[in-house]
């Protein structure tokens, strides 16, 4: 899974009003700043869940559909402008 898939789904599961945004049909608003590949975006829209766990089920399906294990290997990249790291 890319890394903006990662930190999608670990944004949801922190920041509820986040999470709210992505399952009450605010998705596309939420997801705009992302740096989502087409193929990623298609998908996201394309999920049809109510809660999270749902959305989460579908993208791991996705993921084990098209043959790709969840990890990402590469370099960091671009984070969304959205994501804050932890600090403990």
């Known amino acids: 899974m890319s890394r903006v898939l990662n930190l999608l789904v670990g944004q949801a599961i922190l920041d509820s ?52 294990d969840g990890r990402d290997d590469g370099p960091p990249g671009n984070l969304p402008q959205w994501y804050r790291p932890l600090s403990w």
Do not use: K
Request: overall charge negative; hydrophobic content about 45%.
């Open 17 to 68: 009003s986040f999470r709210d945004a992505l399952l009450d049909g605010r998705r596309e608003e939420v997801i705009r700043p992302l740096h989502l590949t087409v193929e990623e975006r298609a998908l996201v829209m394309a999920i049809q869940a109510n809660t999270l766990e749902g959305f989460a089920s579908a993208i791991e399906q996705w993921l084990e559909d098209h043959g790709r």
